[in-house]
C-alpha cells in the first residue's frame, strides 16, 4: 500500500482538484494532466504553501509514482494518481479495515 505524508497528501489532493477543475472547464487530459514548476504552482493555486515544501511533495509524489517529475519540477501527473484520488474513500476504508484487523490480532 502507497503511504504519504500528510504534507504530501494535502499537495496532491490539491493538484488533483485543479486537474479536476480543468477538466471541467473544457481542457484536454492531455493539458490538464500537465502542472508547471513550483513558484508558478504558488500563484496558480498552491497559496500559502512555501516553494520548497512543493518541492518536497513532488519529489515524495515522484518517487510513489504518482507523478512524472522534469527537471524544472515542472511535472506530469500519472494515471495512478488520478486513480489514487477517485478511490481515495475505498483505501480510506481499507485503512480502518487494515487497523482493525490489526488490533483483533493482537488482542489474541
Not at 488533483?16 to 473544457?26: A, H, L, S, V
Not at 518517487?63 to 481515495?88: H, P, Q, T, V, W
Amino acid at each position: 500500500m502507497m503511504q504519504l505524508t500528510n504534507d504530501t497528501y494535502r499537495i496532491l489532493r490539491l493538484i488533483y482538484d485543479e486537474y479536476q477543475n480543468r477538466r471541467k472547464i473544457g481542457m484536454s487530459k492531455t493539458e490538464a494532466i500537465l502542472f508547471s514548476y513550483p513558484s508558478a504552482l504558488q500563484t496558480e493555486f498552491l497559496q500559502g504553501i512555501l516553494e520548497d515544501d512543493i518541492a518536497d511533495a513532488l519529489t515524495e509524489l515522484s518517487k510513489n509514482g504518482l507523478i512524472k517529475l522534469y527537471s524544472d519540477f515542472g511535472f506530469l501527473l500519472k494515471d495512478s494518481a488520478i486513480i489514487y484520488m477517485e478511490n481515495r474513500l475505498q483505501n480510506k476504508v481499507n485503512l480502518i479495515f487494515d487497523i482493525i484487523s490489526k488490533i483483533v490480532s493482537m488482542l489474541h
